[in-house]
């Protein structure tokens, strides 16, 4: 009888190792491997490039994120990046201890480093993280190109004209790079963009088929920081309407002032009170960004909340600071383009009028943080 226990034991415990080892096997042969507090020291140690993703699987920016993240990682299979998956939500913890509570996050662990990761931008497509990799591990001889090339190119190209490609500049250029990822970059030192824009060199440069959007000279104190808040206000145009392909762009923007126009497209003086909104917008580019809410949107029904609007109400027009979440609301009733650009100096000037009836800084707080994508 003893010998009969002992051999069910045995096999026992051969059946808990096998089913560890497979569970090991499954966790390694994974394209996108799920990353707990109990693994993550072990997986940190065993990838020398580790890209983790923090999410909440049943947000729909985590889901949107997570499908890139597949994406990224089926073109990674066989490359010295391992990508895994952190669910923030059960891994309160952990998220914690790695200082990632905001979610989605994306972060880099290089050579088993968990104390200095790099922080990769939130991703429009699996695309934006392999650019995001390629630039990082790159440098910018990677993006020089051919003037005549990009001209004919339907997307926006950030072109930077340098007279030499050792100077500073161009390190402030490539750094900008890897931080906008979803945007195509180029390095070019050709003598036409002179005769062709009227430019001289050291300028960066918005161009979209061969039409020059605007252009940004450099200057010994320009910073990273600045030129990526010049390239993604002047990508944008200067009212852009709140739609689910448009929610990320605006609310990850580095602009922190946002006027909000609440408005029925269908209404009679909708071109009028557009027009007066789009041209005051063009004389606080950098400053304030300016946003349209269609409130015969049943999907914008969310944002409309958020901010106590109500359809009846439109249009009107709110100001809302993405730091402390103070809404600020326009007493007036004529939305003509200088009473619309006096209320933004008003508020600039830190003299407008606080919302009476949006109070509270957690209700305000929505639109940038938990607003689900539309």
């Known amino acids: 009888m003893r010998r009969v226990l002992l051999l069910v034991a045995t096999a026992f415990c051969l059946c808990v190792f096998v089913a560890a080892d497979t569970q090991d096997e499954r966790h390694e042969e994974s394209l996108v491997l799920q990353v707990t507090k109990g693994n993550f020291n072990r997986t940190l140690r065993q990838h020398k490039q580790l890209l983790v993703l923090f999410y909440a699987p049943l947000s729909g920016e985590g889901r949107r994120v997570s499908e890139a993240f597949e994406g990224a990682a089926a073109e990674l299979q066989g490359s010295e990046v391992k990508l895994a998956v952190i669910d923030a939500t059960k891994e309160k913890d952990l ?5 990632a509570t905001t979610h989605p996050a994306i972060r880099l662990y290089l050579a088993g ?9 939130l991703p429009q497509s699996s695309a934006s993280i392999i650019t995001w990799l390629t630039r990082r591990a790159g440098s910018v001889s990677d993006i020089i190109a051919d003037l005549s090339l990009l001209e004919a190119s339907e997307e926006l190209t950030v072109v930077g004209f340098f007279e030499k490609l050792d100077h500073e500049y161009v390190q402030v250029f490539y750094s900008a790079a890897i931080e906008l990822p979803d945007m195509n970059f180029v390095v070019t030192q050709n003598p036409e963009v002179i005769t062709k824009y009227g430019r001289t060199h050291n300028v960066v440069l918005l161009i979209k088929k061969s039409k020059l959007i605007q252009a940004y000279k450099m200057m010994p104190q320009t910073s990273k920081e600045e030129l990526i808040i010049f390239i993604t206000v002047y990508q944008m145009d200067p009212v852009t309407e709140y739609t689910g392909e448009t929610a990320a762009q605006i609310l990850s923007s580095p602009v922190l ?3 909000l126009l609440f408005i029925k497209k269908s209404s009679a003086d909708f071109v009028e009170i557009h027009s007066a909104f789009d041209s005051a917008a063009l004389e606080f580019r950098l400053q304030i960004l300016f946003v349209l809410v269609n409130v015969e949107e049943s999907r914008n029904g969310r944002v409309m909340e958020y901010f106590q609007v109500r359809d009846f109400e439109a249009p009107l027009i709110r100001l809302v600071n993405m730091t402390d979440h103070v809404t600020y609301h326009l007493p007036s009733d004529s939305l003509d383009k200088e009473t619309i650009k006096r209320f933004c100096q008003s508020y600039l000037d830190g003299n407008a009028k606080i919302c009476p009836t949006v109070r509270s800084p957690a209700l305000c707080s929505h639109y940038g943080r938990n607003l689900p994508r539309l």
């Open 257 to 259: 002032n946002h006027a």
């Open 95 to 99: 998220a914690k201890d790695l200082n």
């Open 113 to 121: 480093d968990k104390y200095n990761p790099a922080h990769c931008p």
